[in-house]
């Protein structure tokens, strides 16, 4: 009986362990004007159509409320060298292009991969042209022009303009032993790992990145190179100025590499290089329960056999540094996890870490994209009949959920005073969804299941509604304050204008304190990851989060019509 109850109870682990995650992979082939959603069944859920001078050029995500967000191989193009694409397009679940935005000339290209920004805005890789005499000038041995990558975000302006708010220049921090007499000489090039050695490469493409992602709660990017074969980390907390320099912003490193990892030997120290061609440098999501806050990468050529790999690695982490012993290569010392594929993608190809411990693994040049388990087994398979460079995994809630909004009456009132609390919700992509409602407050003491509740309150509080599409089974939360009386901040003075939050992060009330000046209230507007107002009160002096998921927050205070500071605030139990 025991012996049958063991079997039982193993077969229910492998059954549990081969269970595929979410429902929906995205991908376009590339040279197609086409981008797909197919479900893990095989079959095609969604087909959004553009024009035939519009072809996918590297990546594309679906970014919240079903927004579209791809690269396009720009016709009009004046560079080409490898995957440069020179525009990027949001279109809307219909396919209507919302954003169409072109960044290409003679001398700067946008190339390979981008990253959308839960701000709205859009990390983008570029490159730009330095001559060959300025590259001799660098200290390069190179003897010819290069082109050199750079990092743009961009904000969406209107229908077809965007404003560069933030950039990183590569050619800022590189160094060289080569040439005393020449730029960016450094007399030990393992003595300085922040910087890239301008003569490990030589090629025209010096170091062609090709995967960028963004870390919210670390304020920081990492992308991947092909040439280095590495992963890098740069902090994005710097104003551009601070970017090309080597002070400043959260890691106090200015626009310097404050991390690095897969070949030691490109800036001469010892151990091994686990990475041999890299794409898809990435960050594993904080709520995996796997490798939370990992970093992850398709390893072209540095499998078992020298066939495609996925690696996995924890980083060092020091605060917003990573821990080096000057001289030694960038921990950690092996992977952590490992798999090697069964076949081989010698360029491009991306890897996503599901939350029940699967990886979604898309081999280009080999037309398929798996999902596999951690024990390497092959659960689910799919030809898309051509060349992916990047392929994503999403949950059917994702894709086909609501998105709740929440408001009332009047969000400031007197004591006792009646309101009307008002909800709605939208799912762009289902016919007649049936919803229900259910509120809730911080703090405790009010709930509803009405759609649109009236009540009267007595004290200063946040209501949160979650509005649940009955068919799918998909919710969504949003949330409205409502301030009665004036407490909390009150201080004013004249001579100084203070603000302190803390404790930061926080498992759930976060506290304020200070001085400011003016005569106007304070307003207090919190924010998800995702730019969506969760929060706001006026001349309170505690918000609570407990009823908010783990994650990154945004806190802006605001006097009047001025505002005074943002805050990064992460909530962590």
Known sequence: MKKIFTILLLLACININ????????????????????VDTNNTIYKTWTFPTNSKTGFSVYLTPGDTLVRTISYQGAVLHDGPTTGKVQKADWNGNITW???????????????????????????????????????????????????????????????TIVWEWHLWDHVCQNYNASKDNYVSSIVNNPQLLNINYNTSRDFCHMNGIDYNAALDQITFSSFTFSEVFVIDHSTTTAEAAGHTGGNSGHGGDIIYR????????????????????????????????????????????????????????????????????????????????????????????QLNNGNSLVCLSFADSIIEVNQSGNIIWRFNPGGQVAKAYRYSKCYVRGPIATASASSTQISMGTPITLNSSATSVTETNPTYTYSWTSIPVGFSSSVQNPSLS??????????????????????????????????????????????????????NLSGLFKGDNDLQLICSNAEGKIIMNFTNISTIDFSAFPDGVYYLTVKSGNSKIKDFKVIKSK
């Open 457 to 510: 309150p007595s004290s200063t509080a946040t209501y949160i509604v979650k509005i649940t599409n009955t068919a799918l089974g998909c919710s969504d939360t949003a949330s409205v304050s409502v301030n009665v009386n004036i407490n909390g901040i009150n201080d004013r003075d004249n001579s100084k204008e203070v603000i302190v939050v803390y404790p930061n992060p926080t498992n759930g009330k976060l």
């Open 100 to 162: 169409d935005f072109v960044y290409s000339d003679s001398t700067n290209i946008i190339h390979h991969d981008i990253c959308p920004m839960p701000n709205g805005n859009v990390l983008m890789i570029a490159m730009e042209v330095k001559t060959a005499a300025q590259v001799a000038q660098a200290g390069s041995s190179a003897n010819q022009a290069e082109n050199v990558d750079k990092i743009l975000e961009v904000h969406p302006t209107g229908p077809t303009s965007g």
């Open 261 to 352: 990892w897969g070949n030691p030997a490109s800036y001469e120290a010892t151990g091994t290089a686990f990475l041999n061609v890299v794409h898809d440098a990435h960050w594993i999501s904080a709520d995996n329960p796997y490798f939370p806050n990992y970093l992850g990468a398709f390893n072209n050529k540095g499998g078992f056999g020298g066939r495609s790999a996925v690696d996995v690695f924890s980083p060092p982490y020091n605060g917003y540094n990573y821990n080096l012993t000057l001289g030694s290569a960038y921990g950690p010392t092996n992977y952590s996890w490992l798999y090697t594929a069964d076949t081989s993608s010698t360029n491009e190809g991306s890897t996503q």
């Open 18 to 37: 081969a269970q595929k995650w979410g429902l929906y992979t995205l991908y376009s082939v590339q040279g197609n004007n086409n981008v797909y959603l």
